[in-house]
Nanobody
Framework: QVQLVESGGGLVQPGGSLTLSCAAS????????MGWYRQGPGNQRELVAR???????DYADSVKGRFTISRDNAMNTVYLQMNSLKPEDTDVYYC??????????????WGQGTQVTVSS
């Protein structure tokens, strides 16, 4: 079994910064990609940023230039550095991973979510 555990959410003022972390643990053979999604009440979960094992990244247009995703392959951890935060960034942020638990078996995994609130 694989677990994803997020940390780093909280309350920040507009224009401030936060860094989210997501650590994958358990039966991990390899990680294809990890990413961050966010979801507000009554809204669909949307992609914020994703990074592949090769280092390729993808960002939502709304966060380009403000957010940076990175990963520590040795620690199976992905980070989301969020700068110039806006009130509309307020959401629950979820970590997602496409992870092989063996050479031939992979699944999509989700963390439990961490709340980010941007407010003065």
């Amino acid at each position: 079994q694989v677990q994803l555990v997020e940390s780093g959410g909280g309350l920040v003022q507009p224009g401030g910064s936060l860094t989210l972390s997501c650590a994958a643990s358990g039966s991990i053979f390899s990680i294809v990609a990890m990413g961050w999604y966010r979801q507000g009440p009554g809204n669909q979960r949307e992609l914020v940023a994703r990074i592949t094992s090769g280092g390729s990244t993808d960002y939502a247009d709304s966060v380009k230039g403000r957010f940076t995703i990175s990963r520590d392959n040795a620690m199976n951890t992905v980070y989301l550095q969020m700068n110039s935060l806006k009130p509309e960034d307020t959401d629950v942020y979820y970590c997602e991973g496409y992870i092989y638990s063996s050479r031939s078996s992979w699944n999509e995994y989700w963390g439990q979510g961490t709340q980010v609130t941007v407010s003065s």
